[in-house]
């Protein structure tokens, strides 16, 4: 399968890509019982964050299985600590083009734990990542992480593909920075419609995206 880089300028797949069914839907990635909130992608919160968020209970915090939304190469990691916790920031190219990250989670499955011995850290608020040699396959479904970050407790999926009409707003980020989609909408529509009906952080239901 295909992995997709950054030269610096543009995103390239290093093999020919899969065409992606249509309607692309990804499976969704968490307990949707358990999400007491969502953080709308596209929007200014301490900075504009392209990416979204599922929020969680902290009671909830130990008890939050990830799966991968869909099959992907992890092809880069950091470790880092925001306070005193251990943060796990990681990034999965899917092999038709898109990219997905996830941030705060833990209980790493054992599988993904092993590929991560090659980071050094984690270091204070230093999120850079690494690249994995070689990226690690991960299957759609496949348990990610058993736990998720920083009571009140969130993760980030950053979904991506091309979407030039906001390059203007991340002009130093070419990486990641101008691409950006609404993932409420790669969701099963159940899911989708749930996300936009819950409670928002005080940034409300503002997004460039959705």
Same mark, same amino acid.
């Given at each position: +399968?295909?992995?997709?880089? #950054?030269?610096?300028?543009t995103w390239s797949p290093n093999g @020919? @890509? @899969?065409?992606? !069914?249509?309607?692309? =839907?990804?499976?969704?990635?968490?307990? +949707?019982?358990? /999400?007491? !909130? !969502?953080?709308? @992608?596209?929007?200014?919160?301490g900075g504009y964050k392209g990416h979204g968020g599922f929020w969680f209970d902290s009671s909830d915090a130990d008890s939050i299985i990830v799966r991968a939304p869909v099959g992907g190469h992890l092809v880069q990691a950091a470790r &880092?600590? =925001?306070?005193? =916790? =251990?943060? /796990?920031?990681? *990034?999965? $190219? /899917?092999?038709?083009? #898109? *990219? &997905?990250? #996830?941030?705060?989670? $833990?209980?790493?499955s054992p599988k993904i734990e092993d590929a991560l011995k090659v980071i050094t850290g984690p270091a204070t608020n230093d999120s850079r990542t690494t690249f994995m040699s070689p990226p690690l396959w991960v299957e759609q479904g496949e348990i990610v992480g058993t736990s998720v970050g920083i009571p009140p407790s969130n993760i980030f999926p950053n979904n991506v593909i091309p979407n030039p009409a906001w390059a203007d707003s #991340?002009?130093?980020d070419k990486e990641f920075g101008h691409y950006g989609v609404c993932f409420f909408d790669y969701l099963p529509s159940e899911d989708g419609d749930l996300m936009r009906s819950l409670p928002t952080g005080k940034e409300g239901k503002t997004s460039d995206y959705c």
């Open positions: +399968m295909p992995i997709w880089r #950054f030269n610096g300028n @020919p @890509p @899969p065409s992606s !069914a249509e309607p692309f =839907e990804f499976q969704t990635p968490v307990d +949707m019982s358990k /999400v007491t !909130a !969502a953080l709308w @992608p596209g929007q200014s919160r &880092y600590l =925001e306070g005193t =916790e =251990e943060q /796990v920031l990681l *990034f999965f $190219s /899917v092999p038709c083009g #898109f *990219f &997905y990250r #996830f941030d705060h989670v $833990s209980g790493l #991340f002009a130093n």
